[in-house]
């Protein structure tokens, strides 16, 4: 099944990177632009092909406490239908890797009691 090349950047449909927000009115609900293709984000937890099938945790889980491979999420450019699943994850090698950096321009307030 095709997701369509008109939502966003994958499967060589632009051919290269795009600078995020190109593609007019594919934003998720919460305003964010290219979180499925474009390309992969590296995030911080340790890869383990098994993790999920022995984890207790349900909400979130980070993943084991060390390993050799980080977690990338979201596909690429060129990554397939299979690759932009939110709920797919690859590996890469840590220290070879990119970054994909998501921030609000808005003022950040932090009430006396939260905790960061």
Do not use: H
């Amino acid at each position: 099944m095709s997701i369509g090349t008109t939502l966003l950047n994958y499967n060589q449909n632009v051919g290269d990177t795009t600078e995020v927000g190109t593609i007019p009115g594919a934003s998720s609900p919460y305003g964010n632009y290219d979180m499925a293709g474009n390309v992969w984000e590296w995030v911080n937890d340790w890869y383990d092909e098994n993790y999920y099938k022995s984890s207790n945790s349900s909400n979130n889980p980070v993943g084991p406490e060390s390993g050799q491979y980080r977690v990338l999420r979201g596909g690429s450019w060129d990554g397939s239908d299979d690759d932009v699943r939110s709920a797919s994850r690859s590996w890469v090698q840590s220290g070879d890797w990119g970054l994909r950096l998501r921030f609000s321009l808005l003022p950040l307030t932090i009430k006396e009691n939260d905790e960061c």
